[in-house]
T-cell receptor, first 113, second 116 residues
Framework: GESVGLHLPTLSVQEGDNSIINCAYS??????FIWYKQESGKGPQFIID?????DKRQGQRVTVLLNKTVKHLSLQIAATQPGDSAVYFC????????????FGKGTLLTVNP | GAGVSQTPSNKVTEKGKYVELRCDPI?????LYWYRQSLGQGPEFLIY????????DSGLPNDRFFAVRPEGSVSTLKIQRTERGDSAVYLC??????????????FGPGTRLTVL
């Protein structure tokens, strides 16, 4: 079936560098996308979201970019800190659902001090 | 305020046993969700409640899995005749009422179920 996937399973960066985590989605009917951060032993934590009528959205140190033409989503983290180390998931509202989320596999981000 | 809470945090059981996992949503949230997360994977949708009723249980893997929410607040996920393949982290989330556009889901810490 259609699903969300990630290009890179692991990413290691130096503290202070910028991080980019990528995600490909295949369900063209999905119109809402979310990035979650999950630390060990905790549930997913909302980071930032974007609707399909937008190309870019910025938060505090994070930016999400959406390219609907190639069905690609990315999360950019500026000045990465050790506290950013976690698994990052992209998720889509399955086929435009207002409640069901489909998650990708996840990318493990490790920030080296 | 308090977030979503789940109990127990860890549950170890033997193959064939029955288990119950509890979720306390954020106060006032009418929508509640259960997800299952296997090691190294993203969460997978199991069931969605709007109030007391299961509005969508299409993610439940088979009839050994059942969930209830009798008073529209606390929910219990019940697994009968557990199998080793049921071992996973079971996540609960809640949100304000879903109507129209998607509403943010707030996740609990999960219950780690291990079936020996």
């Amino acid at each position: 079936g259609e699903s969300v996937g990630l290009h890179l399973p692991t990413l290691s960066v130096q503290e202070g560098d910028n991080s980019i985590i990528n995600c490909a989605y295949s369900n063209s009917a999905s119109d809402y996308f979310i990035w979650y951060k999950q630390e060990s032993g905790k549930g997913p934590q909302f980071i930032i979201d974007i609707r399909s009528n937008m190309d870019k959205r910025q938060g505090q140190r994070v930016t999400v970019l959406l390219n609907k033409t190639v069905k690609h989503l990315s999360l950019q983290i500026a000045a990465t800190q050790p506290g950013d180390s976690a698994v990052y998931f992209c998720a889509e509202n399955s086929g435009g659902s207002n409640y069901k989320l489909t998650f990708g596999k996840g990318t493990l981000l490790t920030v080296n001090p | 305020g308090a977030g979503v809470s789940q109990t127990p945090s860890n549950k170890v059981t033997e193959k064939g046993k029955y288990v119950e996992l509890r979720c306390d949503p954020i106060s006032g949230h009418t929508a509640l969700y259960w997800y299952r997360q296997s090691l190294g994977q993203g969460p997978e949708f199991l069931i969605y409640f709007q109030g007391t009723g299961a509005a969508d249980d299409s993610g439940l893997p088979n009839d050994r899995f059942f969930a209830v929410r009798p008073e529209g607040s606390v929910s219990t996920l019940k697994i009968q005749r557990t199998e080793r393949g049921d071992s996973a982290v079971y996540l609960c989330a809640s949100s304000t009422r879903t109507s129209g556009e998607y509403n943010e889901q707030f996740f609990g810490p999960g219950t780690r179920l291990t079936v020996l």
